[in-house]
Every structure is written in structure tokens, then in C-alpha cells.
């Protein structure tokens, strides 16, 4: 191969008669070389080496012109081993004295793009050498385009997918949210019927008390004070829940502010249990208190809390173990200290929940069918929305778990800060 380097499409011209060679490199180099370079392959051998060489460095052979006869391999036998191999080279065979049975077998067996008779008219040659690597360059384009038409589609059908899978992602989350929110919403026509019953059933009581003491009914001393501590009663259940309903809306919109402080939660908690012992041995209930520490701990469990706030969690949860559970049972209160988090577990021996109702338990104003009855209806299923409600803001989470007849067990966990 010539050293010209370019990459102008290549002409190759293929002759045994070197004289030929000649004169073709001299009228194509005239007429074509701004376009075309032109390599000489004086056998059908050299020729089929020149094209492979060409195609591994990247100069493929554009156009073959081949002599007919050749000593050795034939112009007939190079067109077909060119046209398996290397089926975008435009062939032109060359004819002298060739018999015309030999030709019509070329033109038969390959695919030829042109036959020019020898002695060949220059224009002729130089304008069908023209056309053919007008041809091969055109066909090139079109590979190229279709490449990049088959690229783009790949790289379409890759987005497609992507955004296929986004969308049903999108859509799933979107289904999930509209249930979610299809639930709260009944959650809050509950509510409100709940809230409104709760309301009225402590006034009806008072005013016909009230009624009956005006109307001269409810007479004597005795009996104006049962009614009197039953007036207190229900008023006293009024306002719990008045409060209670006031702290959920601060709660819920956001305006509650938190004073957080750093506190051992060890500590803290061994000074409430005092307490809360009291309430159960007068309830004829068993309560125990523990602390287990992880290795490496140095007795102090460090969070961050709101006291105030996390007192109330306490209570409420303190309160429903207490009210669930019957004299002869036991409440263990015991903290756990993880890595990164400090879990605080209350246990009961109580009646337990149905595990239809677990997941319920934490919706506002949801009771069970005991709590309705329960401390003379003062139960108002407020107590856990508002512990979840504080453990969420201080980061916490809230767990139960409950075997029916067995007892309760809840869970909370807020992060630990590390000393
Ligand atoms: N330890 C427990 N054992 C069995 N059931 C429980 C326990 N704690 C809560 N529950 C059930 O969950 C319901 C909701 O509890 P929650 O504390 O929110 O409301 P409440 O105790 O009924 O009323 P409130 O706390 O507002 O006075 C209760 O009515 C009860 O059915
Ligand atoms: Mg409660």
C-alpha cells in the first residue's frame, strides 16, 4: 500500500499487465485524486491482501477495478471472494480479449457494478469510477444514519423504560398516599362524631341534674350531694377531655414548642417509678423496674426530651396499663440501651388487644369496647394519638405488641446521644 495518508475513499486497480497499471494511476490521479487515492495490485492475490490490510486499518477499498484475466486467481474468482468478504466494494471488471461466455458467467456469479471494455474511454472509466464511489460513500451515510437512528432509539427505549418505571413508582406512591388519605379522612369523621358525643353526653347529665334540683325532684341533703359529686364527675371528665382535644390541636399544627434538655433517661425514669408504684399497689399490682445497659455504657442513658411532655407520654402509657390490667398482675417498666438509640418498654399482664384493633389503637378517639365502660366512661381514646404524637417530634417511635389474655407490651425508642 501507497504511504498517502488520507482517508479519501480508495480506488484499487487490479491488472497483471504493469503497462495497464500505469495508465490507469496516471488518468485517475489526473481526473481523481482530489477525491479518491489509488492503489496498483499487479495480481488478484496482492489485491485481496490490499483490501483486507485496508479494512483492519480502517481505509476500506471503495472501488475494485479488476482485470478479467489474470494468471493465478482470476478477475471472475477475485469479484466473488471480494464480493463474500467485502460485499460494500464496488467491482468493475475490465475486458481485452475475455470470450463472452467467461463475462456473462462474472455477471452471473457476482455482483458487479459496472463492465467497461478494454481499450477503455477515459471518460467513461473516470466517470463510472465516479458514480460507483458516489455509491459506496452514499451507502456509508446511510450506515452511519442508521447507526445513529438505532443508537438513539436504544438510548429512547432505555428512557421509555426509566421513565415508565418513575411513573409506576409515581403511581404506586400516589395510590398508597390517596388510601392513606381516604383513612384519615375517616379517621376524622370519627373523630368529630366522637368528639361531639363526648361533649354532649356530660352536659345532658349535669343539666338534668341540674333540671331535677331546679324542678324540686332531687330533694334532701343526701341526695343533692350524690348528684353534686355526680355533676363533679362528669364536669371533671369534660374538662380532661377539653384539654386533651386542646393539646391535640397544638400538637397538630405544630405549635406546641418543645423544651428540649439533655437528661439521663435512667435516672429520670427511676425517680417517676415512685410513683407509679403507688398508684399500683393500690391497685393491688405488681410493679418492677429495670435498666439494662449495653457493655461499655457508664450508667447514664443520654437523650434529648422535652420532660414535661415526655412525663405525659409516660403517664398515658402508665395509665392504660393500669386500667387494663387486673389486681394480682404486674407492670414492668424497663429501659434498654442500644448503640445509637434508648428503648423504654411497659409491660403488662393485662386483657391484652385484638389484633384487629392494633393497628387502631393510635388513631385519635379510638377506644376499645372495655375503655367505653371503663372509669365510668371517661375514657376518651386520646391518650395514645397524643404519646405517638410527642414521640414522633422528639424523633421516637412506638411499637406494640399483645397476645390476648396474656398481656401488653409498648415499645418506644428515641435516639441516644452519645457521650
Ligand atoms: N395496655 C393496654 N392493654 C389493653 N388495651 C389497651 C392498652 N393500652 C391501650 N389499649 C387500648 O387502646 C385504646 C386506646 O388507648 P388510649 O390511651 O388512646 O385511649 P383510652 O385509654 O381509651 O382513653 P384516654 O387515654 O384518652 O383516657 C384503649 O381504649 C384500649 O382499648
Ligand atoms: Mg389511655
Redesign the pocket.
Known amino acids: 500500500m501507497s504511504d498517502e495518508k488520507n482517508d479519501k475513499p480508495i480506488v484499487l486497480c487490479v491488472d497483471d499487465d504493469r503497462l495497464v497499471l500505469r495508465s490507469l494511476r496516471r488518468l485517475l490521479v489526473r481526473e481523481l485524486s482530489a477525491a479518491v487515492a489509488v492503489e496498483l495490485a499487479d495480481s488478484g492475490e496482492r489485491a485481496l491482501a490490499i483490501i483486507r490490510e485496508g479494512a483492519e486499518a480502517g481505509r476500506p477499498v471503495a472501488v475494485m477495478v479488476c482485470d478479467m484475466v489474470m494468471p493465478g486467481m482470476s478477475g471472475g474468482q477475485l469479484i466473488n471472494i471480494v464480493n463474500e468478504e467485502f460485499p460494500d466494494v464496488r467491482s468493475v471488471l475490465l475486458t481485452g480479449q475475455a470470450g463472452y461466455q467467461s463475462i456473462i458467467d462474472v455477471i452471473n456469479k457476482s455482483r458487479l457494478y459496472r463492465f467497461v471494455a478494454k481499450p477503455w474511454d477515459n471518460d467513461d472509466l473516470v466517470m463510472t469510477i465516479r458514480e460507483a464511489v458516489a455509491s459506496w460513500q452514499q451507502q456509508r451515510t446511510i450506515e452511519r444514519q442508521n447507526l445513529h437512528l438505532q443508537q438513539l432509539n436504544w438510548q429512547l427505549e432505555q428512557r421509555v423504560r426509566q421513565r415508565t418505571a418513575e411513573l409506576e413508582r409515581l403511581s404506586s406512591e400516589l395510590d398508597e398516599k390517596n388510601r392513606e388519605l381516604i383513612r384519615q379522612a375517616g379517621v376524622r369523621k370519627r373523630l368529630f362524631a366522637n368528639i361531639s358525643h363526648d361533649l354532649r353526653t356530660p352536659l345532658t347529665a349535669v343539666l338534668g341534674y341540674l333540671e331535677g334540683m331546679i324542678g324540686g325532684v332531687i330533694e334532701g341533703e343526701a341526695e343533692r350531694d350524690k348528684y353534686l359529686r355526680l355533676m363533679f364527675g362528669r364536669l371533671k371528665s369534660l374538662e380532661k377531655l377539653i384539654s386533651?382535644l386542646f393539646e391535640i390541636a397544638r400538637l397538630e399544627s405544630g405549635s406546641m414548642p418543645l423544651n428540649m434538655q439533655q437528661v439521663d433517661l435512667a435516672g429520670w425514669c427511676s425517680e417517676m417509678v415512685a410513683r407509679y408504684r403507688e398508684d399500683c399497689l393500690a391497685r393491688g399490682i405488681e410493679f418492677d423496674y429495670g435498666c439494662q445497659l449495653t457493655e461499655g455504657d457508664v450508667g447514664r442513658l443520654l437523650v434529648r426530651i422535652d420532660a414535661v411532655q415526655w412525663e405525659r407520654v409516660l403517664n398515658?402509657l402508665m395509665?392504660?396499663?393500669i386500667?387494663?390490667t387486673a389486681s394480682g398482675g404486674r407492670i414492668e417498666l424497663r429501659l434498654v440501651g442500644e448503640k445509637r438509640r434508648v428503648v423504654m418498654m411497659l409491660g403488662?399482664s393485662?386483657?391484652?388487644?385484638p389484633q384487629a384493633?392494633r393497628d387502631k389503637?393510635f388513631e385519635w378517639m379510638?377506644?376499645?369496647d372495655?375503655?367505653r365502660t371503663w372509669r365510668g366512661g371517661?375514657?376518651?381514646?386520646?391518650?395514645?394519638?397524643i404519646a405517638r404524637e410527642i414521640i414522633e417530634m422528639h424523633g421516637g417511635t412506638v411499637d406494640v405488641t399483645?397476645e390476648v389474655g396474656r398481656g401488653?407490651t409498648f415499645s418506644v425508642s428515641i435516639p441516644r446521644v452519645t457521650e
Do not use: Y
Open positions: 386533651q398515658n395509665d392504660n396499663a386500667g387494663h403488662d393485662g386483657c391484652g388487644i384493633d389503637i379510638w377506644r376499645g372495655r375503655a371517661q375514657s376518651s381514646g386520646l391518650g395514645l394519638a399483645s401488653t
